[in-house]
């Protein structure tokens, strides 16, 4: 049975899927803590208030099955069973988590859920051996409103502007109380300014019957009531406008605010009691301390506001238009003081520039910033994954996390979650030993997988370490020989690096056997082609019996970047500006030929070189001096033999689509203000594919 028009319904889904995420993320939290530390009843707390909060909104949105396993769960969610059976509880919270996840992917996907029946399994085990007490509904106490909000209101009304007072009873037969109310709040904040509501944020709502607020405006009271009249929830509206006068005393609008029920003025049915929820009278905390007066002209507590990622990647690419318009604006100038160099204009225009440059810079730092999320989003997934794989295979892992605060592009972070999901995954799995042979080998019996994320120059790095067995030099190399990867003649002339950089080869796996973690040698080609398209690196460093590192090295953003510009056999080029070490010189009698390479002596190293013109059907120019853009790439470093250099300069990204350039040489294009279309460079794959026999190149 549907109560609301289908437009009305999706909304309601959006709302639930996005809150759903979010409510099973601390759900999962809440299960590993009661899971450490046993009889934690705050832990306890929360796990009871997501799935209750998870019953409700399901059922709201006609999720039956979703609705009805919540409601099996809570059966369990007992203070006597989280007492007694901890380690179970905690189990199944666990594993109902999961099982929450997968129905909740079902429905995103028009698909029928799975039927839970493991969970109800495990439900009903826990119930034969320890069956829960319920415990008696108290009375519902009323919660009067808070200091802050009074303060609020009365700030409000002390600047002459107009609050209303808004009372919204919902219909008998509505059981939408999350959705509801998301509605009901999104409808109080289009004509004005919310300064106070009830039921606050995090208040359980399974008695709610009205919801009530204080709201600034300027709308009539009609036009009030007309955004909150929302079809098949609400059934009636009250407006009433808070006299200007009197308020500061006990007999105006604080008076009647300091009351547990609402004024006089608005005969109406007794209100819903904001009090305890009789299903978690043990669980409800206390009531917090009042706010200090000195937040009297404090704004509105609802501050964040939720925009899709579409509408900004909109506004990044206006920008970046933006930023072409700048390069043109910036030749013309050019042109014009080359042509009218006395004329007293030429300072004017290049004042215009240098303050159009600034504002356009401080709009692009501000829109990234939009774009940025801190990486812990990401990290407190694994956790919980670190903690399964433990318990699959029988060894005490800890995973340590730190700079969580980093912040990310939001594009960029969602595209390296599974990656980052893999390398953990193979830390854990892998990378520790067995608590037997750590100790044997007089290392702790409880491995550590470490996370780390920090800023360096204009990347990101995220670290993934751990302090297990590291990297077997020997059979990586004798397996990529069986596998035909690599001759043995080449496998001679491999250092460490190199041989351990074969894990990125398709196909290779060093496991004996096929598991759940590992064995079919897909995984690692994929972690470093995904890394390579968002124009980044891995470095990777193992010490055999000490452990095993990878540094993802990431841009900040993929929106625009800082390159050098440069023509090589005929085209027109350019390469991140962050992966240029230095610029040199050489003739063609400093180059010489090693092993079918080009190679230079730079400072008493040996550098390979890459020529460009192997891109090109036009036949290199014969230049006595070339220029060599020397460029790392990983941990390695190489030389780009180049014809001329054109200077740096900033490019927006354009992505080419595979049918337009199908070179893995090439990770994007931009246009320069003259209207010429620069290919970007991927520095990885170019000199992966074009230093001849060594892919990983020379030691720098």
């Known amino acids: 049975m549907n109560f609301f028009p289908d437009d009305r319904a999706a909304e309601l889904r959006d709302i639930f899927f996005e809150s759903a995420g979010e409510v099973l993320q601390g759900m999962n939290e809440a299960g590993l803590s009661l899971e450490e530390n046993p009889g934690d009843m705050e832990s306890f707390k929360r796990v009871r208030r997501a799935v209750h909060t998870l019953k409700g909104d399901s059922a709201a949105c006609g999720f039956r099955e979703l609705s009805e396993l919540a ?70 106490a009323d919660l009067p409103w808070t200091e802050y909000e009074r303060l609020l209101i009365g700030g ?25 109310l998301a509605l009901i709040r999104k409808s109080l904040a289009t004509p004005g300014t919310v300064l106070a509501i009830r039921p606050a944020e995090g208040a359980v709502l399974s008695q709610l019957r009205q919801v009530e607020a204080f709201i600034s405006t300027t709308s009539p009271k009609e036009s009030i009531e007309a955004k909150c009249r929302i079809p098949g929830i609400v059934s009636e509206v009250i407006v009433e406008l808070v006299p200007s006068e009197g308020w500061e005393s006990d007999s105006g609008v604080l008076g009647l605010l300091k009351e547990s029920k609402p004024p006089e003025v608005l005969p109406a049915p007794a209100p819903y009691a904001y009090g305890k929820d009789p299903d978690l009278e043990e669980l409800d905390d206390d009531e917090p301390a009042p706010l200090p007066a ?97 318990k699959s295979t029988g060894k005490e892992i800890v995973l340590e996390i730190e700079g969580q605060h980093t912040d990310l592009d939001k594009t960029i972070l969602d595209a390296v979650a599974e990656p980052l999901a893999h390398l953990v995954r193979n830390a ?51 397996r990529a020989i069986e596998d035909g990867l690599i001759s043995e003649a080449d496998a001679d002339r491999l250092n460490d690096s190199e041989a351990f950089a074969l894990i990125f080869k398709p196909g290779l796996t060093t496991a ?34 000490q452990g095993t590192q990878f540094l993802l090295m990431l841009p900040l953003t993929l929106a625009s970047i800082q390159a050098l510009l440069f023509r090589a056999a005929g085209r027109l080029y350019a390469v991140p500006l962050a992966s240029v070490v230095e610029i040199t010189r050489a003739t063609a009698a400093d180059i010489h030929r090693v092993d079918d390479r080009e190679v230079l002596r730079l400072r008493n190293q040996i550098l390979t070189l890459v020529r460009l013109d192997r891109l090109s059907t036009l036949p290199p120019e014969q230049n006595k001096t070339s220029y060599v853009i020397v460029v790392n790439a990983g941990t390695r470093r190489f030389g780009i033999i180049v014809d001329k250099l054109l200077g740096e300069e900033e490019l927006v990204i354009k992505a080419l689509e595979d049918r337009l350039v199908a070179s893995e040489f090439v ?34």
């Open 428 to 478: 854990a799995g892998h990378g520790i030993e067995s608590a037997a042979k750590r100790v044997a080998a007089g290392k702790p019996a409880q491995g550590t997988v470490r996370l780390n994320a920090y800023h360096q120059g204009t990347q990101v790095v995220i670290s993934v370490s751990d302090d297990g067995a590291g990297l077997d030099r020997e059979k990586i190399v004798l």
């Open 667 to 700: 990770s994007g294009a931009s246009i320069l203000g003259d209207g010429t279309v620069v290919l970007i460079l991927n520095v990885v794959s170019l000199v992966a594919r074009l230093g001849k026999h060594h892919p990983l190149g020379a030691t720098a």
């Open 71 to 140: 409601h099996e769960l809570e059966d369990i969610l007992t203070p006597e069973l989280a007492l007694s059976s901890s380690a179970e509880v905690a189990e199944v919270v666990l594993h109902a988590a999961d099982a929450f996840d997968e129905m909740l992917t079902a429905y995103q996907k028009n698909l029928p859920p799975p039927d839970g029946a493991v969970l109800r399994a495990h439900v009903h085990s826990l119930l034969s051996v320890s069956p829960p007490v319920k415990a008696a509904a108290p009375q519902a």
């Open 512 to 545: 004996d056997e096929v598991t759940e973690l590992s064995g079919r040698g897909v995984g690692m080609d994929v972690v470093q082609n995904v890394i390579e398209k968002l124009k980044g690196s891995i470095i990777l460093s193992s010490e055999r019996g």
């Open 156 to 180: 409000a009304i002390q600047r002459g502007e107009n609050v209303c007072r808004v009372l919204i009873r919902l219909s008998a037969d509505n059981q939408m109380a999350g959705p509801a």
């Open 294 to 390: 000195t937040l009297l002209s404090a704004g509105p507590p609802e501050n964040t506001l939720r925009v899709d990622a579409a509408r900004i990647d909109i506004v990044m690419n206006l920008v970046g238009e933006l930023i072409i318009g700048k390069s043109m604006l910036h030749r013309t100038v050019d042109e014009f003081e080359r042509l009218h160099f006395k004329d007293p204009l030429r300072g004017k225009f290049a004042d215009a520039l240098a303050f159009q440059s600034r504002v356009l810079g401080e709009l692009q730092k501000s829109v990234m910033k939009i774009r940025m999320v801190p990486v812990e989003q990401l990290f407190r997934r694994f956790p919980r994954l670190v903690r399964d794989v433990a």
